[in-house]
C-alpha cells in the first residue's frame, strides 16, 4: 500500500503539473498537486509509525501543524505583490529542508554511508545549501533589503573557486566518511549562494527564481535517495525538470544564455540622474481618456508597476467601461514581465479578467500595427525598442513587446526612471507616446472616471 499510494501522489504530481501549463487549468493543477503532497506526507507518517511505534509523534505531529498553519497563513495573506518574494522564500525553506534531511542522516549514521549514498547525501547537502542562501538573498533584492542593481564580489573566479572547494569537500566526505568535510561543504556552498546570488541584478530575478526553484527540486531528488523515499525522488525531479525548462525557456525570451544572466553582472546601466533629460509629451487623465474612449483596440501591457499599485481591478474597470463603448481591449504579457514567471497573468487572473484575452509575444507582435492605442501600466525593459534599434544596447536582441508600432502608446509611470535593466527608454521621447505621470492605480482610476464624462 505504502508503493501504490506513492505512485498515486507522483501520478497527481504529473497530472498537476500539466494542469499548470494553462491559465484555464492552473487552479485545479495546484489543488491535484497539493493533495499528491497530503498524500504522500500521510504516507510518511503511517509508514514511521508501522516502523517505530515508540517515536515522539508528539512532536511530529506538533512541528506538521505548526507548518502547515504558517503555509496556510502566508498563502492566504500574502499580497499578490509579494507573491515573487514568497516563492523565493519557498524555494529556500526547500532547499533548507533538503539539507537538513542530508545533515540528519549524517548525524544518525556518523557519516558511515555506502558510496552510492554518501554521494547524494553531499549532494543533497551542497545543491540545498546554495538554494536557501541564494532564495533568501533573491527574498532581499526583491523585497528592497539589498540593492537591485548587482553587487560584484570577486566576479566569475569567485564563484568558481567556492564551487569547487564545495565539490571536492563533498568528494573528500564521500571517500573517507569524515563529517567536518560534509559540514565545510555545505559552509561554503552557503557562501556560493549569496555570493552568486547577490551579484546578478534585479532585471534577472525572474530566471533566478526559475532556476533556484529547479535547484530546490533536484536536492529534494537526491534527499529522497538518502532516506529511500520514492514520492520525494519522483516529485524532487519533477520540479528540478519543470524548474531548469522554465529557465531556459526565459532565458530565451530574453536572449541571454543562462551563463550570461548568472554572471555577467547585467542591470548596472546608467545611473537614474542621465536618464530623462529629453523632453516628452506628458498626458493627463482627460488626455487619455479621449484617446482610449475613440480607439477600436486597445492593448494594455502589464508590468511590475501595476503590481506595486495593485492596479489590476482598476484596470479591468477601466477595460469594462471602454468595452462598454464598442473598444475591444486585449491584454499584452511579456514571458519575463513582473518577477517571476506568470506574474502579471496571476495578477490579471485575480481581477477576473478573461484568460482568452491574455495574449503572448508571438500573438500580441501581429496585432500592435493594427492597435490605436496601446496602455502601458507600470512596464519599461519589456517594450525598450533599443533592443531592436541599438546594437550596443544591453538588451540588444532581446524580444519585446513592439509596442512602437502601435498608433499611440500611453505609458502609465511615476516617473523616467530606468527599469530594472538600468537603461534608458526611447519609447518615452517618441512623438506617438503620451507620458502619464501617476501612480498607476491613481491614473486608471482618474482616467476611468474622466471616460465617464465623455
Known amino acids: 500500500m505504502t508503493e501504490l499510494s506513492y505512485l498515486a501522489a507522483g501520478v497527481l504530481f504529473i497530472f498537476g503539473l500539466k494542469g499548470l501549463t494553462s491559465p484555464r487549468t492552473a487552479r485545479r493543477g495546484n489543488q491535484m498537486a497539493a493533495l499528491g503532497m497530503l498524500l504522500a506526507t500521510i504516507v510518511v507518517v503511517v509508514d514511521l509509525l508501522a516502523m517505530d511505534a515508540a517515536m515522539a509523534w508528539g512532536i511530529v505531529i506538533a512541528g506538521m501543524v505548526v507548518g502547515g498553519t504558517i503555509g496556510a497563513v502566508l498563502a492566504i495573506r500574502v499580497q499578490m505583490t509579494s507573491m ?54 533573491a527574498y532581499g533584492k526583491l523585497q528592497g533589503i539589498f540593492t537591485g542593481r548587482p553587487i560584484a564580489v570577486g566576479g566569475v573566479l569567485t564563484n568558481g573557486v567556492l564551487a569547487g572547494l564545495s565539490v571536492a569537500l ?112 506628458r498626458a493627463t487623465a482627460d488626455d487619455a481618456a479621449i484617446t482610449l474612449g475613440y480607439a477600436e483596440r486597445v492593448i494594455v501591457v502589464p508590468g511590475y508597476g501595476l503590481a506595486v499599485a495593485q492596479a489590476q481591478h482598476a484596470v479591468r474597470d477601466l477595460a469594462l467601461a471602454l468595452e462598454a463603448r464598442g473598444v475591444e481591449v486585449l491584454y499584452a504579457i511579456h514571458p519575463v514581465a513582473g518577477r517571476m514567471p506568470g506574474h502579471m497573468n496571476v495578477l490579471l487572473a485575480e481581477a477576473d479578467i ?64 530606468p527599469g530594472f535593466a538600468g537603461i534608458d527608454n526611447p519609447l518615452f521621447y517618441e512623438d506617438s507616446t503620451l507620458m502619464f505621470f501617476a501612480d498607476a492605480k491613481a491614473a486608471i482610476e482618474e482616467t476611468t472616471a474622466a471616460l465617464a464624462r465623455l
Do not use: C, H
Not at 243 to 265: D, P, Q, Y
Not at 380 to 392: E, G, S, Y
Open 84 to 137: 515573487p518574494e514568497l516563492v523565493a522564500a519557498f524555494n529556500g525553506f526547500g532547499g533548507g529542508a533538503s539539507a537538513l534531511v542530508a545533515a540528519a542522516a549524517i548525524v544518525a549514521t556518523g557519516a558511515d554511508f555506502a558510496t552510492e549514498t554518501a554521494t547524494t547525501t553531499a549532494l543533497s547537502l551542497i545543491i540545498g545549501t546554495v538554494t536557501l542562501t541564494g532564495s533568501f538573498v
Open 354 to 417: 478573461s484568460y482568452d484575452k491574455l495574449l503572448d509575444l508571438d500573438q500580441a507582435n501581429p496585432l500592435f500595427p493594427r492597435t490605436d492605442v496601446v496602455l502601458i501600466v507600470g512596464a519599461n525593459d519589456v517594450v525598450n525598442p533599443a533592443a531592436k534599434t541599438d546594437p550596443d544596447s544591453p538588451i540588444w536582441g532581446m524580444p519585446i513587446l513592439n509596442v512602437d508600432e502601435a498608433t499611440t502608446a500611453i505609458v502609465v509611470k511615476r516617473s523616467l526612471s
Open 170 to 281: 563533498g568528494v573528500v566526505g564521500i571517500v573517507t566518511g569524515e563529517p567536518l568535510a560534509y559540514w565545510g561543504s555545505a559552509v561554503v556552498a552557503g557562501v556560493l549562494g549569496v555570493v552568486g546570488v547577490i551579484a546578478i541584478g534585479g532585471a534577472d530575478m525572474p530566471v533566478v527564481i526559475s532556476l533556484l526553484n529547479s535547484l530546490s527540486g533536484i536536492a529534494a531528488a537526491m534527499a529522497g535517495f538518502v532516506i529511500n523515499n520514492q514520492a520525494l525522488i519522483v516529485g524532487g525531479a519533477l520540479v528540478g525538470a519543470a524548474g531548469m525548462i522554465l529557465t531556459v525557456e526565459m532565458s530565451v525570451a530574453m536572449n541571454r544564455s543562462i551563463s550570461n544572466i548568472l554572471f555577467s553582472g547585467f542591470g548596472g546601466g546608467a545611473a537614474a540622474e542621465d536618464i530623462g533629460t529629453k523632453p516628452v509629451k
